[in-house]
């Protein structure tokens, strides 16, 4: 099993940033983060593998959100820059512990999630 348990979501101005981090337990082949706002559907944000590093992100983050990870600590972190009113969402923390899988950045293929932080875009 994996446990994941994510924090530092919060309100801040745009073009703000924000760091989230997950603490997680039990093996993962991949950890990501994903977003919701209300009305929307899930959307996956940045994966990494955590043995390679490999990063993936979506486009609407692409250069502005950074994902990377403490394997020490067992810790992954979304560090988001410039922040835009529309990243506003509940932020959740995802892994994928599977045999068969595609990638991390196949969002569909994450099987595991935390319980979500709340991100705030407003000025």
């Known amino acids: 099993q994996v446990q994941l348990v994510e924090s530092g979501g919060g309100s801040v101005h745009p073009g703000g940033s924000l760091r989230l981090s997950c603490a997680a337990s039990g093996y993962r082949n991949c950890m990501g983060w994903f977003r919701q706002a209300p009305g929307n559907e899930r959307e996956g944000v940045a994966g990494i593998s955590t043995a390679a590093g490999t990063t993936y992100y979506d486009s609407s983050v692409e250069g502005r959100f950074t994902i990377s990870q403490d394997n020490a600590k067992n810790t992954v972190y979304l560090q988001m820059n410039s922040l835009k009113p529309e990243d506003s969402a509940m932020y959740y923390c995802?892994?994928?512990?599977?045999?068969?899988?595609?990638?991390?950045?196949?969002?569909?293929?994450?099987?595991?999630w935390g319980q979500g932080t709340q991100v705030t875009v407003s000025s």
């Open positions: 995802a892994a994928v512990r599977s045999v068969f899988y595609a990638g991390c950045g196949f969002w569909q293929d994450y099987n595991y």
